[in-house]
């Protein structure tokens, strides 16, 4: 699958693809970062910037639009409305016990340390599960983001690492 959205991107500058990587959920920085310093080339810094530009404009539509989607939804699918709240529940009920009460601090530690789906897509929808207040999951999501970028990109600087 990686390898379909890295051929899609070709001929897309590669400060751009640097973006779109970082944007997109299954690559996120983990994979931006080291691909702008050694498939691209770019400089370091630039890539570290590029990636958590790309990583941060997600956080913005997904949490914000989930609300919006639910009430589109509501409004216009109300027959779908039932399987989106189950769905939301359950996460709610599967994070609630062991996060909740963390806050902003448990979507910091989420991002950090960078594992596979644990990147901004993920942590966003928790932060709507969880119904963390916009204010404190910005806060830790971006934050985690920032510790998570970073070190990933002393990973790949300092052993040439691909996560």
């Given amino acids: 699958m990686t390898d379909a959205i890295i051929s899609a991107l070709e001929g897309v500058p590669a400060w751009m693809r640097?973006?779109?990587?970082?944007?997109?959920?299954i690559t996120e920085y983990q994979l931006s970062i080291p691909f702008g310093i050694h498939e691209y080339q770019l400089p370091p810094a630039l890539v570290f910037v590029l990636a958590v530009v790309g990583a941060t404009l997600i956080f913005f539509p997904v949490y914000l639009g989930l609300e919006?989607?639910?009430e589109l939804i509501?409004?216009?699918?109300?027959?779908?409305l039932r399987p989106l709240d189950m769905a939301i529940a359950r996460a709610e009920f599967k994070l609630k016990d062991r996060y909740a009460k963390y806050g902003a601090?448990?979507?910091?530690?989420?991002?950090?340390?960078?594992?596979?789906?644990?990147g901004v897509w993920t942590a966003s929808f928790a932060a709507?599960?969880?119904?963390?207040?916009?204010?404190?999951?910005?806060?830790g999501i971006l934050l985690g983001m920032l510790g998570g970028a970073t070190f990933v990109?002393?990973?790949t600087l300092a052993g040439?690492?691909?996560l």
């Fill in 68 to 70: 919006l989607a639910h």
């Fill in 105 to 118: 601090l448990a979507l910091f530690m989420f991002l950090v340390i960078p594992f596979p789906l644990t």
């Fill in 74 to 80: 509501e409004k216009y699918f109300p027959s779908l």
């Fill in 160 to 162: 040439g690492a691909v």
């Fill in 153 to 155: 990109l002393i990973l």
């Fill in 128 to 139: 709507v599960a969880l119904k963390i207040p916009f204010k404190q999951a910005a806060l």
């Fill in 18 to 25: 640097v973006i779109l990587l970082s944007a997109i959920p």
